[in-house]
Nanobody, 128 residues
Framework: QLQLVESGGGLVQSGESLRLSCAAS????????IGWFRQAPGKEREGIIC????????STATSVKDRFTISRDNAGNTVFLQMGSLKPEDTAVYYC?????????????????????WGKGTLVTVSS
């Protein structure tokens, strides 16, 4: 069973950048679509960006458009989330999730991903 572990969260100031990692436990990352989600206190979980298993397709939420990018390092079994121009409203716990698929697509809805293929999250706090 594939396991995912997020890392890289921390406290940053508004306008700064941060890079999160989603590390997989097995060398089969190229068979999974990967999505990044976040949840702030009192808010619904929000899908923010994803990448297809082959890296060809991606989707980005309007809330992070032009600020966040996603990339794959299949050799290192890791997906990265590069966050720039951070704002206080980006403060949340960030999660990655996986879906085994051969389709050239990904989704920003939680239900798209396997229920048992989510990491435990990493906290990002952006001060004003």
């Amino acid at each position: 069973q594939l396991q995912l572990v997020e890392s890289g969260g921390g406290l940053v100031q508004s306008g700064e950048s941060l890079r999160l990692s989603c590390a997989a436990s097995a060398p089969t990352l190229d068979t999974y679509a990967i999505g990044w989600f976040r949840q702030a206190p009192g808010k619904e979980r929000e899908g923010i960006i994803c990448i297809s298993s082959d890296g060809y397709s991606s989707s980005t939420a309007t809330s992070v458009k032009d600020r966040f990018t996603i990339s794959r390092d299949n050799a290192g079994n890791t997906v990265f989330l590069q966050m720039g121009s951070l704002k206080p409203e980006d403060t949340a716990v960030y999660y990655c999730a996986a879906r085994p698929t051969k389709q050239t697509l990904c989704g920003l809805q939680s239900s798209y991903y396997a229920a048992d293929l989510w990491g435990k999250g990493t906290l990002v706090t952006v001060s004003s």
